[in-house]
């Protein structure tokens, strides 16, 4: 809030505090740590930038030898590094780097995605990782420098031993890919919305599919058939929105991962909010309620 000359308190949102104009090229990832503390901006003109959220200032620049198409802090408040996931946009390589060390050499590279990683995310309360690539697959590996990133513990991280006891390969099976990964703040699960329009809530502890959402044009196509239907809207606003949502899906075709948007939990973790052709949908993932 603000105090306006008439002494009372006006609610201003979001307020402008201070543009960086520090890429050069596109910026293909935006993270912030666990905490909240940290934020990195990498880019396709081969540079990540760190910035203290607090003090709005700029703090380390990382110049790399490769394209970045991911990024993401993997470890923990207080710990003695500040360590950073960096995919390779052109291979399946993800690098670990130290964010706040000037040269940017790789802590090690991790290889066991064989295509572009496009999303990572860390789990604090397990301390693993999550990865995915644009060949459907999603990865697991711990956020431990020690065990160089192995695969996660049982039971202790998670409560499998074999990737295949999982639903892990619903992409690859779907021949589709998560074009958006988001962590639930109470670390139990996460979702993903994938280059065929489904939302889906897997455990992070099992691997296994929770719940499926269709949000495909064909479901709005046969809901828009139906004048009782609660999603029905004017059949030239129709026309319009479909016109534009066929545009999107060539896009994500040819491989933008970011022309669907996004999907993200809230700070409670029980809705889930995500881009339809009608609006942006919030669903109570408890009860299923809009």
């Given at each position: 809030?603000?105090?306006?000359?008439?002494?009372?308190?006006?609610?201003?949102?979001?307020?402008?505090?201070?543009?960086?104009?520090?890429?050069?090229?596109?910026?293909?990832?935006?993270?912030?740590?666990?905490?909240?503390?940290?934020?990195?901006?990498a880019s396709s003109d081969r540079t990540a930038k760190l910035f203290d959220v607090r003090t709005f200032d700029m703090i380390n620049i990382l110049s790399l030898d490769f394209a970045p198409g991911a990024a993401a802090f993997v470890s923990s408040p207080g710990a003695s590094?500040?360590?950073l996931a960096l995919a390779d946009a052109n291979s399946g390589t993800v690098h670990i780097v130290d964010a706040r060390d000037a040269?940017?050499?790789?802590?090690?590279?991790?290889?066991?995605?064989?295509?572009?990683?496009?999303?990572?995310?860390?789990?604090?309360?397990?301390?693993?990782?999550?990865s995915a690539d644009t060949a459907g697959h999603i990865e697991y590996w711990s956020a431990d420098l020690e065990s160089n990133f192995a695969a996660p513990k049982c039971p202790e991280q998670v409560?499998?031993?074999?990737?295949?006891?999982?639903?892990?390969?619903?992409?690859?099976?779907?021949?589709t890919r998560p074009v958006s990964l988001a962590v639930s703040p109470t670390g139990?699960?996460?979702?993903?919305?994938?280059?065929?329009?489904?939302?889906?809530?897997?455990?992070?502890?099992?691997?296994?599919?929770?719940?499926?959402?269709?949000?495909?044009?064909?479901?709005?196509?046969?809901?828009q058939k139906d004048e009782n239907n609660l999603y029905r809207v004017d059949s030239i606003d129709f026309g319009r929105r479909m016109a534009i949502e066929r545009d999107i899906d060539a896009q994500v075709a040819a491989g933008d991962n970011a022309a669907l948007g996004s999907v993200t939990f809230d700070a409670s973790g029980h809705f889930l909010l995500y881009p339809t052709m009608l609006g942006v949908k919030v669903v109570n993932v408890e009860t299923n309620a809009l």
């Open positions: 809030v603000s105090t306006q000359s008439t002494g009372k308190k006006q609610p201003v949102g979001i307020e402008f505090v201070k543009t960086f104009r520090c890429h050069t090229a596109p910026v293909v990832a935006l993270a912030s740590s666990s905490d909240g503390a940290l934020l990195v901006s590094r500040t360590l040269d940017a050499k790789s802590i090690t590279t991790l290889t066991f995605h064989k295509a572009p990683v496009h999303r990572i995310a860390f789990v604090p309360s397990a301390n693993i990782v999550i409560a499998f031993r074999f990737k295949m006891d999982t639903d892990l390969f619903t992409f690859v099976k779907a021949k139990d699960r996460f979702a993903t919305l994938g280059a065929d329009r489904r939302v889906r809530i897997f455990s992070i502890r099992t691997g296994k599919l929770l719940k499926e959402y269709d949000e495909s044009l064909s479901v709005y196509s046969q809901a």
